[in-house]
């Protein structure tokens, strides 16, 4: 029997196939009219030859009924489908996604091509402008990403006048990550133009509008964080220090995940000159890092679109530890943190942002990486530098994630305790472009800085709920009578505590009582309310404060989710650490983190405890993805600290200070931490 990518082939490009590979397809092409034949195996093309390759694959009615069920079914378990019908103030205006109605709207709608629905699929779940909650497709979503020389950044000048220009470090970023292509954009360029000669100009016009028009199409699109200023943040470069070093985020402007436009217009005043000039610069599409080659459609689909083994969920019953590593390994692709060891990803709940874009492998020029050497304790996403005022430790944070939870974890309370040694008073903790991480390095840095106090002891983080619907406590049901002999399963009751703390006990069913409530007229259902989940810590936390909390700021690009708002949020509300927004606008207020949930997961997550409480029959059971695709969720919603009746996740979190970037600290984590000891801390 042919397999559904098969038969969509067949409509495709009239292509002619025998039935031989064990797939029942022979990669022997019959017909020249394929216009993925020529993108395959090339690592640079034009993005308009990789839209007309996506284009040319039509919707297949049983996929596209398998996706949105999919879909639908896994956001059962997503806590705020009901609020992001309209959020609570503030943020009415920025979440307003009836996700349901439009996924029924989709079922019904005609689409020119399977990349046309993806679009609308993908963006309607980028409305919820939740990093949790988002629908990638592998066969799409940074296949090829699609890169400009020009990233933008958001510079003051001597007056406070902020305008948006091309990065002075621009063309030392793209001839050190592209160099194969400098020629290919250059020679579009008026010959008395060079890409050097561009990095600085101040950017006029962008597509013969002004620059903050693009800014904020931008923001209404990108999807991921809830605050208005921190979408704006992302049109613009920055950087971020990831387990393999410093790295250069290009931004959206320069980085694209999908091949949506093939040129831009810029109008520009170069440094130093008066003169104004349009140039016309074309994307370049590069064959992304995480996806398998291909020659052709039929190996495009093969290898890039259709379900692998990781994919879906698995019954533990029967499964092993190599089946369950691929599932990791899926789902990680786009996760913003590095890949964790099996052991500590089953272990240790995780709470992570997820972007369609990988993170970033562009190296951040070595003029603008920390000149100093990072001191005892720093490894990997965790970097220890003292400044030259003999009092400023800084911590850079670049995930809560490592791929040993132990080791980082230990690196956190060296290197923070060696600063201390050292004759630090006062810390800044760098967490730009931090995507979050495992949860309960969260409570321990909030708990090994500010010391055991109330706001530390026993609750270092959130209380928590997650959402009770009906197949939700099927699961309990069915784990609380023995179906988890591993003891593994997130619905386990001896994982969590009561609101008093305490530990639940083996065989108590915590979700046979509902909460009930009404969210935007709508009926739901959570579980009681969950206490802390982490203490005590494997590890001995100092007697007393290593850092006086109100000595501390918490400084990023407002991209700090996940964890790492778990972690900036109760420093800052509760011990009142000062929390600073490096470049946003001034004139829009600027959230200092978002996405806050409490755990997320994933559809193959879920599908997981289905199938392993002999639920996947259900009615209710999402069926298996037939695409190769990951559906996220936030599975538990943390209270808040200030309303602690109501989710954080809808809760203001306003930065103290929004720093204003200049020539001179753009880009620079040196240069931002001394601007941030100079007017946050002194």
């Not at 990680?332 to 099996?342: C, H, L, N, V, Y």
């Not at 001995?540 to 949020?569: H, Y």
């Not at 011990?575 to 829009?588: C, H, I, L, P, S």
């Not at 409480?613 to 259900?618: E, M």
Request: hydrophobic share 35%; charged share 15%; with cysteine.
């Amino acid at each position: 029997m042919l397999s559904i990518w098969t038969r969509l082939l067949l409509v495709v490009a009239s292509f002619s196939f025998s039935l031989a590979s064990s797939f029942g397809i022979s990669q022997e092409i019959l017909s020249v009219d394929d216009p993925c034949a020529g993108i395959g195996g090339k690592k640079w093309v034009s993005p308009g030859d990789v839209r007309r390759c996506f284009e040319s694959f039509p919707v297949d009615p049983k996929v596209k009924a398998n996706i949105i069920e999919v879909v639908n079914k896994t956001l059962a378990f997503h806590t705020s489908v009901n609020y992001q019908v309209k959020a609570p103030e503030p943020f009415s205006s920025d979440v307003h996604e009836d996700v349901i109605g439009d996924l029924a709207r989709i079922s019904k709608q005609a689409y020119a091509s399977d990349f046309d629905l993806h679009l609308d699929l993908s963006r309607t779940l980028k409305r919820l402008n939740d990093g949790h909650c988002v629908y990638i497709n592998y066969c799409y979503d940074s296949l090829f990403v699609s890169y400009l020389p020009t990233p933008l950044v958001l510079l003051s000048d001597e007056n406070g006048q902020q305008d948006v220009y091309i990065a002075p470090e621009a063309f030392t970023v793209v001839s050190e990550e592209f160099p194969d292509q400098i020629d290919y954009w250059e020679n579009v360029l008026p010959e008395h133009l060079t890409l050097s000669t561009l990095s600085g100009a101040k950017v006029l016009m962008i597509n013969g509008a002004y620059p903050f028009d693009a800014v904020n199409s931008n923001a209404a699109i990108t999807g991921g964080y809830t605050g208005y200023g921190t979408r704006q943040n992302s049109f613009f470069s920055s950087y971020q220090l990831t387990d393999g070093g410093w790295n250069y985020v290009m931004g959206n402007f320069a980085q694209q995940s999908l091949p949506l436009y093939d040129s831009v217009n810029l109008t520009v005043m170069p440094v130093n000159s008066s003169d104004i000039m349009t140039v016309t610069l074309p994307y370049r599409a590069r064959f992304g890092t995480t996806s398998l080659n291909f020659t052709d459609s039929a190996s495009l689909l093969e290898n890039n679109c259709r379900a692998t083994n990781g994919t879906n969920g698995m019954d533990l019953h029967v499964s092993n530890e190599a089946d369950l590593a691929e599932i990791f390994t899926v789902a990680g692709k786009f996760e913003q943190q590095p890949r964790i060891s099996i052991g500590d990803a089953r272990k240790h709940g995780t709470n992570v942002y997820m972007d369609v874009q990988p993170q970033t492998d562009v190296d951040l020029p070595e003029v603008l990486k920390p000149g100093k050497k990072p001191l005892n304790g720093s490894q990997g996403v965790a970097q220890f530098y003292m400044l030259d005022d003999g009092v400023t430790g800084v911590l850079a944070l670049g995930s809560f994630s490592a791929e040993s939870f132990d080791e980082l974890q230990t690196s956190l309370i060296v290197g923070l305790t060696g600063l201390k040694s050292l004759g630090a008073t006062q810390l800044v903790v760098d967490v730009t472009n931090n995507g979050g991480g495992f949860i309960c390095i969260a409570h321990w840095l909030h708990r090994i800085i500010s010391g055991p106090r109330s706001s530390t002891v026993p609750q270092a983080g959130l209380d928590t709920t997650t959402r009770a619907g009906p197949l939700a406590r099927l699961i309990v049901k069915q784990v609380v009578s023995g179906t988890d002999v591993n003891a593994s399963s997130s619905y386990n009751p001896t994982q969590w505590t009561f609101a008093n703390h305490s530990r639940m006990s083996e065989g108590y069913d915590w979700m046979a009582s509902p909460v009930r409530t009404v969210i935007n007229s709508r009926e739901d259902a959570f579980s009681q309310r969950l206490g802390q989940e982490c203490q005590p810590f494997d590890m001995r936390p100092p007697a007393e404060a290593l850092f006086n909390p109100k000595k501390v700021a918490i400084v990023s690009n407002g991209r700090c989710g996940s964890s790492c708002s778990l972690f900036s949020i109760t420093m800052a509300k509760e011990d009142g650490a000062k929390t600073v927004v490096v470049g946003g606008n001034k004139e829009v207020p600027q959230q200092y983190c978002g996405t806050v949930g409490g755990q997320s997961t994933r559809f193959s997550h879920i599908d997981t405890e289905i199938k392993t409480a002999g639920l996947k029959n259900h009615s209710l059971a999402p069926p298996d993805f037939l695409t190769n695709s990951v559906q996220g969720i936030t599975w538990r919603l943390g209270f808040g600290i200030w309303d602690t009746e109501e989710p954080e996740e809808w809760q203001s979190h306003p930065a103290d200070y929004n720093l204003l970037l200049t020539n001179t600290t753009v880009n620079n984590p040196v240069a931002i931490w001394e601007a941030v000891v100079t007017e946050v801390l002194s």
